[in-house]
Nanobody, 119 residues
């Protein structure tokens, strides 16, 4: 399994970014696919995720109304995106793509992409 994120960068407050994740080698059932982030000195936290099957979404309260997660899947691959609008300095973090397998619950992570929002 390989997850590769892209799209991070340095932007100003109020700007937008679109993160993408290309996941390959997915030979198992997916429970959820999503984005997490980790700021310096803080724990990794859920940003947004999609539930496989019903396509339901879940967002952290801090990003509701500003971020939108979307995804597409084909044989053994997943393309996951995170549209981030109205970015704030507190959104600064390394953003990680994640997939969770079913039924084992094993998690697979990308290497992360840095998002820096200046005030």
């Amino acid at each position: 399994v390989q997850l590769v994120e892209s799209g991070g960068g340095l932007v100003q407050a109020g700007d937008s970014l679109r993160l993408s994740c290309a996941a390959s080698g997915i030979t198992f059932s997916i429970s959820t696919a999503g984005w997490y982030r980790q700021a310096p000195g803080k724990q990794r936290e859920l940003v947004a995720e999609i539930t496989s099957g019903d396509g339901g979404t879940n967002y952290a309260d801090s990003v509701k109304g500003r971020f939108t997660i979307s995804g597409d899947n084909a044989k053994n691959t997943i393309a996951l995106h995170l549209q981030m609008n109205s970015l704030k300095p507190e959104d600064t973090a390394v953003y990680y793509c994640n997939v969770k397998s079913r039924p084992t619950g094993s998690r697979y992570w990308g290497q992360g992409t840095q998002v820096t929002v200046s005030s």
